[in-house]
């Protein structure tokens, strides 16, 4: 496949080497974003994990490499419905590369290879309500929130008493000694997309 390009990153294909590369990600330090961290693994585990992503028929994984060269982020095309002509997104960057207008590049990026190359019709993403930067991006790339539902939180590490839980309390709920979250679908769709970049063109 082609290089996909924005205005400040590529996106290319996952490959091994770059998964390696990857490991050297800046770290989250709150807990309630340690999912986005990518997994402290030896080689033979980076190995079977770039295996597992790239065996799956339905997913399609790519890199995003910024104007200096240097691979900051990880984007998913996963649940790839051919009939229906859907998916879900997943993507996350290295912490030291976040609020730097880089994720908006990308997915606005992705979309435009999406629904014009791939020809598909629909995207959608979960994201956590407490998640307010990455709402503000998927929000300016056009997605729209479809449905709120909570989630078992899987975190061991969570506190229910922590700083962090207590003052974003409106995001989950804490039942049973166990914390839920509260997640947004969202989605976005061919026409919505290139009519949002139509409008930009002639702003």
């Not at 402290?40 to 910024?66: A, H, M």
């Not at 419905?81 to 996350?92: A, E, H, M, V, Y």
């Not at 990026?109 to 190359?117: E, K, P, Q, T």
């Amino acid at each position: 496949m082609d290089v996909i390009k924005g205005h400040r990153v590529k996106i290319l294909p996952l490959k091994l080497e770059h998964v390696f590369k990857m490991k050297n990600w800046g770290k989250y330090q709150s807990l309630l974003f340690e999912d986005y961290n990518f997994p402290d693994l030896n080689d033979r585990e980076v190995k079977k994990w770039f295996d597992i992503k790239t065996s799956e028929k339905t997913s399609k994984n790519f890199i995003v490499i910024n104007e200096n060269e240097i691979i900051i982020g990880y984007v998913a095309i996963k649940n790839i419905k051919k009939l229906n002509k859907s998916s879900t997104l997943g993507i996350t960057f290295d912490y030291n590369y976040i609020n730097k207008g880089y994720g908006t590049d990308t997915i606005l990026a992705m979309l435009d290879y999406y629904f014009n190359v791939m020809k598909m019709r629909t995207m959608y993403l979960d994201v956590a309500k407490h998640n307010k930067r990455a709402i503000r991006c998927y929000e300016k790339c056009g997605f729209k929130k479809i449905n709120e539902y909570i989630m078992e939180m899987k975190n061991p590490h969570i506190d229910i008493n922590s700083k962090e839980i207590i003052e974003l309390r409106d995001n989950f709920i804490v039942e049973n000694n166990q914390i839920y979250e509260y997640y947004y679908k969202m989605k976005i769709s061919k026409k919505l997309h290139n009519k949002n970049i139509s409008t930009q063109i002639h702003m």
